[in-house]
């Protein structure tokens, strides 16, 4: 019984707390790849050194490199020629959109990605992480609204009582 009770309580609060499995990446990895970037000697190792800086910043804690990491993968979307190089940027893309909160973007995105590729891990677990944000939001906002209504049919009861 009480591990019954110790699951509840860890999926009501995993619930409250939003984790997920996509990794995060701080600044000291960003400015290795930045370093990388500046340092690469041919066109194809920095178009490497790019992705991997991409990635860093689209999986970052702080909100202006994620927005970079999408802005530098908007634009080198167009120039992409191999698929699989667009399932990764379209990936990462869902990656920033997510951490930034924009989860029907986020979500539009990893159906780009499985639609290239159906069974791709990754894309998978990003979607069901962002399914998950998003009906713990609309829950969120259920509940917020039951209460607003509650507190205004309490104040209304407590209005008509005191005309009584």
């Known amino acids: 019984m009480d591990a019954k009770i110790g699951k509840f309580f860890d999926s009501v609060g995993s619930f409250f707390k939003g984790g997920d499995n996509i990794p995060w990446c701080d600044r000291d990895i960003i400015a290795g790849c930045e370093k990388e970037v500046a340092e690469a000697a041919t066109e194809e190792h920095k178009n490497d050194s790019l992705m991997r800086l991409s990635w860093a910043l689209v999986h970052s804690k702080h909100s202006d490199d994620v927005n970079r990491g999408i802005g530098m993968l908007e ?3 167009d ?16 990656v920033g959109h997510y951490r930034n909160g924009d989860y029907p973007r986020s979500r539009q ?3 780009r990605c499985l639609e290239m590729a159906p069974d791709w891990r ?11 944000k998003i009906a713990k939001d609309g829950l969120i906002g259920i509940g917020i609204a039951t209460t607003a209504v509650g507190l205004l049919v309490g104040g209304i009861a407590a209005a008509v009582a005191r005309k009584n």
Not at 122 to 132: S, Y
């Open 109 to 111: 995105l990893t159906d």
């Open 75 to 77: 634009a080198s979307l």
């Open 79 to 94: 120039s992409t020629s191999s698929p699989l190089q667009t399932r990764e940027k379209l990936y990462l893309l869902a």
């Open 122 to 132: 990754q894309a998978l677990t990003l979607k069901k992480a962002v399914e998950d």
